[in-house]
Every structure is written in structure tokens, then in C-alpha cells.
T-cell receptor, first 115, second 116 residues
Framework: AQSVTQPDIHITVSEGASLELRCNYSYGATPYLFWYVQSPGQGLQLLLK??????LVQGIKGFEAEFKRSQSSFNLRKPSVHWSDAAEYFCAVALGINYGQNFVFGPGTRLSVLP | DSGVTQTPKHLITATGQRVTLRCSPRSGDLSVYWYQQSLDQGLQFLIQYYNGEERAKGNILERFSAQQFPDLHSELNLSSLELGDSALYFC???????????????FGQGTRLTVV
């Protein structure tokens, strides 16, 4: 079955530490890939996206993600986490025209940041 | 600010009632998507409209319906409400409909529906 998985439900890191959030997808072809962040009581904000080309993509707020086709992964990274990064992070894929371009989201990873 | 506006922000209603959630997409965006976010189901795609026509359907209940109007705003109608329909309902918009013209979706802040 087609799916998006985020193996880590909750991650806690100390402020200033590095961060990696994992995302794996299961689709027949390479989908379009996204990371969104949701702060408490807020909507989803796009951090970065991958459509094609360079597999290392840079996003806002100092985030980057690397697409690895061989591993069907699109992990999100940040070298130094700030307290304001505490939020829920969603990996998403968008399917092609036959699927009406709807977005399928992973279950989310909640990030807590220790001072 | 994503440019996507959802109203109302909060809604409390009783079981069995009907409500309408409204979404105004970003200026120029032709696609509107509706999502339901609940604790147990996560973010579930409900339905997509593109330029007034239904484009894709996800896990949308028969009690729910949506439409997109000529001015491109969209409404999600939820009827015969049950306690389990309590959730955050997001609207998103994007310029395109699919294929090579794909772009990201921009999300509104959601409507929190509480059914009591």
C-alpha cells in the first residue's frame, strides 16, 4: 500500500543540538516531497520541497532535507536547533496527475526542545 | 500569513447539526484541498477541487460535501454531525492541478470544530 511513514512520534533535543527527522515513502514512482511544520494552534507552513534536480534541498529557518531514491527517504535536518523550532513536523508526498495532486501526509513527529 | 483564509476559526455545535466551513484560497490559486486533522487519524485528505470541479476524493464521508464557487472560494458542508467529527479542518490551495505543473499547497490556519 502507498504510504508515508515517520518512524519517530516524538523527539526531544537540547537547544543547539543537531536534528534529523526521518521520513520514508512507499510509492511506485518518485513523488513530489515536502516538509511542513505546524506550531501549536497554527496551520501548516511549508519548510521545503523537492520536485527534481539536486537531492539536497534548502528550506526556510535553516532546515535542509536530502532525497535518497535508493532508500525512499526524505529526511529533514537542522545543524543547530532553536527553542522556537518546537512544533510538529509533517512529511508529505504529492502524487501525480492521476491522483489529482492530492497530498498525503505522514503521521507527524513532535519535536520538543530542551533549554 | 499563507494567504489562505478560513472561517470561522472555531465552531461548537451539537450532534445531529449541520455546519459550513468556508475557505478563500490564495489569489490566483485554482486548486482547493480540504483536510481533516484529528488525534487518532492524523491529517486526512478529504477532497480537492480545481477551478470549480471536483478533482480528487479521499476519505470523505457521505455526510460531508464540498463545492468550489466561480470566485474560487470553497465550502465544506458537514451534516448529521457526530462526536467523532470533532477535529481541525484545514483548507489548502495551490495554483495547479497536477502533473508537471505541480506546486506546493499553502494551508490556512484551520477551523476547529467541536461537536458536543
Amino acid at each position: 500500500a502507498q504510504s508515508v511513514t515517520q518512524p519517530d512520534i516524538h523527539i526531544t533535543v537540547s537547544e543547539g543540538a543537531s536534528l534529523e527527522l526521518r521520513c520514508n515513502y512507499s510509492y511506485g514512482a518518485t513523488p513530489y516531497l515536502f516538509w511542513y511544520v505546524q506550531s501549536p494552534g497554527q496551520g501548516l507552513q511549508l519548510l521545503l520541497k523537492y520536485f527534481s534536480g539536486d537531492t539536497l534541498v534548502q528550506g526556510i529557518k535553516g532546515f535542509e532535507a536530502e532525497f535518497k531514491r535508493s532508500q525512499s527517504s526524505f529526511n529533514l535536518r537542522k545543524p543547530s536547533v532553536h527553542w522556537s523550532d518546537a512544533a510538529e513536523y509533517f512529511c508529505a508526498v504529492a502524487l501525480g496527475i492521476n491522483y489529482g495532486q492530492n497530498f498525503v501526509f505522514g503521521p507527524g513527529t513532535r519535536l520538543s526542545v530542551l533549554p | 500569513d499563507s494567504g489562505v483564509t478560513q472561517t470561522p476559526k472555531h465552531l461548537i455545535t451539537a450532534t445531529g447539526q449541520r455546519v459550513t466551513l468556508r475557505c478563500s484560497p490564495r489569489s490566483g490559486d485554482l486548486s482547493v484541498y480540504w483536510y481533516q486533522q484529528s488525534l487518532d487519524q492524523g491529517l486526512q485528505f478529504l477532497i480537492q477541487y480545481y477551478n470549480g470541479e471536483e478533482r480528487a476524493k479521499g476519505n470523505i464521508l457521505e455526510r460531508f460535501s464540498a463545492q468550489q464557487f466561480p470566485d474560487l472560494h470553497s465550502e465544506l458542508n458537514l451534516s448529521s454531525l457526530e462526536l467523532g467529527d470533532s477535529a481541525l479542518y484545514f483548507c489548502a490551495s495551490s495554483p495547479a492541478a497536477g502533473g508537471d505543473s505541480h506546486t506546493e499547497a499553502f494551508f490556512g490556519q484551520g477551523t476547529r470544530l467541536t461537536v458536543v
